[in-house]
């Protein structure tokens, strides 16, 4: 099923080809209502989508599309345990993670709200008895430090969230993330640690992760310069679905937290792959971010498309993909602590609708996942805006503000939030050559001077960006954040008709690696690759001096 071929599709391409030339600024000075009509509140959190190359019924366009999609039947799907990443054959349920209504979810015949209860419980007990000073390393120290070690869904939401959630940090508590096989990460980290203060869990769904398995025996490696085997057991954890792997890697299984493979690895940090979190900032703000996490579910699966967060997200993303041709997309977080959020982003949005494959097996004709970037403001301001605004792209942003800070006694941010407005205002009104032209008479130029220099100086404007404000990153907002972008991830795979859930372009990497670790590592010149590969192998060994 294409969406291409569906008359909810055609009508928005002539939709589109009537208002292509829509003019935001006039748009704003025509209609004094429209921030009112192009905006959505849920609870604490507004998203502003007036700054958009849209009218009222290019959203009711969209909806109507998704509508025919089907959307609401895929969200049933989901939530209700089905088994919709159909090419790994499994339910799709990160959702009953933070199901905190606690509702029966039926997964291949079986409630799953007992297990996660039952893991939940377990991870509340581990963190209790680590805060407590109940659970002490092996010369009778408390915890001080947590290692995870982990990578891209076992790594980077966690990561994230910690950084996110500092001011939450219990007191003498420190999170750190290992995750590239890179030894410098392993290195520095270590560095600056005691092995009588630090645990590490070695979080990997699979457990059979090169990187995180190398980190995890290079971990044990230098903890065995100090303690001893039979300490291992105080100071390592595992979270996984494969409990074999953890015991043959010599992790007692009993300091083990299971995960399922309904939940995928970028949907994860809501499982025990959220350990770290619960560690860092206590088992009390882990729920609240659960607690989120569920509002934002409870509003996507019952609001009307056209008053839907995620939904209306998603279709924009859509809008600017398919018909403005946009290829990608910024999110740009003005609060520092949200500086990996767009990471965890780029994984979850760029992993799961990076395709070219429909749910058929067909080739698409059509655009998907756009490439996600971002860094936070003021910074990005400093780095690649003049692109966004000046550039010969359509690149949407999406602006992340808080209105206040944790850290009130710096007091910037008012100077922080005006830069985010004025940065949305200048990209949907850009400066015309009159505009421009009055400044520069104003500064003194004239003749040739200016007319030079007069084209450099326009914005073209018209450029589209949404604002997410909230009142502070609490836990609670940060859940509902993080799973907004995860619903806005799962609507574009309805529409653009793609698994969302599966990752099979990571695979060759990884199998090829394989391939090349023993050409790399034996003694003679190697000639089985192609000529590019050979030749790089075979320099590597000449320069290396290890
Ligand atoms: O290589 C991609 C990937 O499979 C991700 O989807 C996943 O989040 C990551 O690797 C880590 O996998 P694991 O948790 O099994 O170690």
Redesign the pocket.
């Known amino acids: 099923m294409t969406p291409l071929n569906t008359s909810e599709w055609q009508s928005l391409e002539r939709h589109y080809s009537d208002i292509k030339y829509l003019s935001m600024r006039d748009e704003f000075a025509l209609d004094s209502g429209r921030f009112e009509r192009l905006s959505i509140s849920s609870g604490d959190l507004l998203l502003d989508y007036s700054k958009n190359r849209i009218t009222k019924k290019t959203i009711s366009k969209l909806a109507a599309l998704v509508e025919s999609l089907d959307l609401s039947g895929w969200i049933e799907k989901m939530f209700t345990g089905e088994s919709i990443n159909t090419t790994e054959g499994r339910a799709v349920s990160h959702i009953a993670l933070r199901n905190r209504s606690n509702t029966p979810i039926i997964v291949d015949g079986e409630d799953i709200m007992p297990a996660i209860n039952a893991v939940l419980a377990q991870m509340k007990r581990f963190c209790g008895k680590v805060h407590s000073g109940e659970w002490l390393g092996y010369t009778g120290k408390q915890i001080t430090d947590i290692v995870n070690i982990?990578?891209?869904?076992?790594d980077l939401g966690p990561a994230m969230i910690c950084d996110a959630l500092e001011p939450y940090g219990v007191e003498g508590m420190n999170a750190h993330f290992v995750s590239n096989v890179d030894g410098t990460d392993l290195s520095t980290t270590l560095e600056k640690l005691n092995p009588e203060t630090t645990l590490f869990v070695v979080?990997?769904?699979?457990?059979?992760?090169q990187e995180?398995l190398t980190n995890a025996q290079s971990a044990r490696a230098w903890f065995l310069q100090a303690g001893s085997q039979e300490d291992v057991a105080q100071h390592f954890v595992a979270v996984s679905t494969n409990a074999e792997a953890v015991a043959e890697f010599g992790i007692n299984t009993d300091n083990m937290f299971e995960i399922w493979d309904w939940v995928?690895?970028?949907y994860?940090l809501w499982s025990a792959i959220g350990l770290p979190i619960a560690l860092y900032v206590g088992m009390d703000n882990f729920e609240r971010l659960l607690d989120g996490g569920h509002e934002m579910d409870n509003h996507f699966r019952h609001q009307p498309f056209e008053d839907n967060i995620p939904v209306v997200m998603g279709l924009l993303g859509i809008w600017y993909i398919n018909f403005f041709g946009s290829q990608t997309h910024a999110i740009v977080p003005y609060d520092h602590s949200l500086a990996r959020f767009p990471s965890h982003m780029q994984?979850l949005d760029m992993?799961s609708n990076g395709k070219n494959t429909n749910r058929q097996g067909q080739r698409l004709r059509y655009g998907t996942g756009p490439v996600i970037w971002g860094t936070p403001g003021t910074n990005g301001q400093h780095a690649y805006f003049q692109l966004i605004h000046q550039g010969t792209q359509i690149i949407p942003v999406d602006f992340v503000l808080p209105v206040n800070s944790h850290y009130p006694e710096v007091d910037h941010q008012s100077i922080l939030l005006a830069n985010g407005l004025a940065q949305s205002e200048a990209l949907m009104k850009g400066k015309n050559a009159e505009e421009v032209r009055a400044e520069l008479v104003k500064e003194g130029l004239e003749g040739e001077e200016l007319e030079a220099l007069l084209p450099h100086k326009i914005f073209p404007g018209n450029r589209p960006s949404n604002t997410l404000l909230f009142p502070k990153l609490t836990p609670e907002m940060l859940g509902q954040l993080v799973a907004l972008y995860e619903h806005k991830v799962f609507v574009q795979g309805v529409v653009w008709n793609i698994n969302s859930f599966d990752?099979w372009g990571?695979e060759l990497g990884?199998q090829l690696a394989k391939a090349i670790l023993p050409d790399l590592e034996q003694g003679a010149e190697v000639s089985v690759h192609d000529s590019s590969t050979t030749s790089l192998i075979n320099l590597i060994k000449q320069l290396r001096t290890y």
């Open positions: 982990g990578i891209g869904g076992s979080a990997s769904k699979t457990f059979t992760t995180t995928g690895g970028r994860s994984q992993e990752q990571v990884k």
